[in-house]
């Protein structure tokens, strides 16, 4: 079964930030090049802000929207 999915710029562009969040977070986490607290205190929200916004949003990408090519044209 082919399935499509249409994408708009912006919802791109917003999933590949929360994506970058999630890799910017998890490097300072894994990184030596600052202090262990400081590490922390911004790489820890910085991996779980972006795996909790990114949730939602690919909920929204592939469960929300429907491809208008697909089924039947919506009743009026």
């Known amino acids: 079964m082919d399935r499509r999915l ?40 910085l991996f779980i802000g972006g795996v909790l916004s990114t949730i939602p949003i690919a909920m929204h990408i592939f469960h929300g929207k429907a491809d208008p090519s697909e089924g039947p044209p919506p009743s009026v």
Do not use: D, H
Request: aromatic content about 8%; proline content about 5%; overall charge positive.
């Open 6 to 45: 249409n994408v708009t710029f912006p919802e791109l562009g917003f999933l590949a930030v929360t994506r970058g969040l999630i890799g910017l977070g998890a490097g300072l986490l894994l990184a030596n090049k600052i202090s262990r607290s400081k590490r922390k205190a911004i790489g820890f929200p």
